[in-house]
């Protein structure tokens, strides 16, 4: 009995704080809350000056602090931008969210596909294939953007919709990352099970191996909204119609005007902060999906 109770007592003196692991200094934590600190003030004051910029008058957006409020006239700004030209903002608006909604499902459910079968199958080909795809993602967008308008222009289908939407639908960086995960989270004994239990090939891929896929399929959707809705060469080369402008370049147009029509400036102001909202919507609506299939794979 004593021996035990030396034992223990020998056992807790051994774990000095060096034997638990290194300690983590006072000066480190410092150091990182302050690169922090910097970066988040980086990433949120342009933010919170556009926020400050769309609540006041045009008489007010140079003559007062630019960082903080003055009489507050949101509401009425954003009244008169939705009103401006028959409300062209809110077609530029809807324009956007149908160009980076669809254009993402369709990427998402394309490169989800394509991921997973270079992944589970095998077939003459598919390192070169997949040797392709990673080529597509060092590629930037801009140099394909000429090209892309030859074509269009080949067929009739510049100044369209399509013109915007169909090149927004291949994502290779999708296709990588969904092969990637699929390889790690799908197991090869459930897809033998599905076609054991009678379910196709497409079956098998949306009912069992999408849902285990979720969180890389979420990264996609969310990679490829921010991408469409941020894009600006493409709608530039390929649309001329107003109608057909996504909110990036609507406002483009109306800031290369400034010069003719200064009150644009406060619209393009209240505009372009209006438009970071669905992409801070997007990604909050979408993160808990993200956490919790995570969280999900990790128990599985």
Excluded: H
């Amino acid at each position: 009995m004593s021996l035990l109770t030396r034992t223990a007592g020998a056992t807790a003196d051994d774990l000095t704080p060096a034997s638990r692991g290194p300690k983590e200094s006072i000066l480190s934590r410092g150091a990182a809350l302050l690169v922090m600190g910097v970066f988040t003030l980086y990433f949120l004051v342009p933010i919170w000056w556009l926020f400050i910029a769309s609540t006041k008058d045009r008489g007010d957006l140079l003559t007062t602090n630019a960082l903080w409020f003055a009489d507050w006239n949101f509401f009425a700004n954003v009244a008169d931008l939705f009103a401006y030209n028959d409300g062209i903002y809110l077609r530029w608006l809807l324009n956007s969210l149908a160009y980076a909604g669809l254009g993402a499902l369709l990427a998402t459910v394309f490169a989800g596909m394509a991921g997973y079968a270079l992944a589970k199958y095998r077939f003459r080909g598919r390192e070169v294939y997949f040797n392709v795809v990673l080529g597509g993602v060092l590629v930037p967008a801009t140099a394909l953007a000429l090209p892309l308008f030859l074509l269009f222009s080949q067929v009739n289908m510049t100044n369209t919709f399509w013109a915007v939407l169909l090149p927004s639908i291949v994502s290779p960086f999708g296709v990588y990352l969904s092969r990637i995960y699929a390889s790690a989270s799908v197991p090869d004994e459930l897809i033998e099970a599905g076609r054991i239990d009678g379910a196709g090939e497409v079956r098998t891929f949306f009912t069992v191996s999408a849902r285990l896929m979720m969180p890389a399929l979420i990264t996609v959707f969310l990679f490829q909204f921010v991408s469409i809705w941020n894009n600006f060469f493409l709608p530039l080369i390929m649309l001329r119609s107003q109608e057909l402008f996504p909110v990036t370049y609507g406002l483009y147009a109306w800031n290369t005007q400034l010069n003719q029509i200064p009150e644009l400036r406060t619209y393009v102001l209240v505009g372009s902060f209006l438009s970071i909202v669905p992409l801070i919507v997007a990604f909050l609506l979408l993160q808990r999906f993200w956490r919790n299939g995570l969280g999900t794979g990790s128990v599985k």
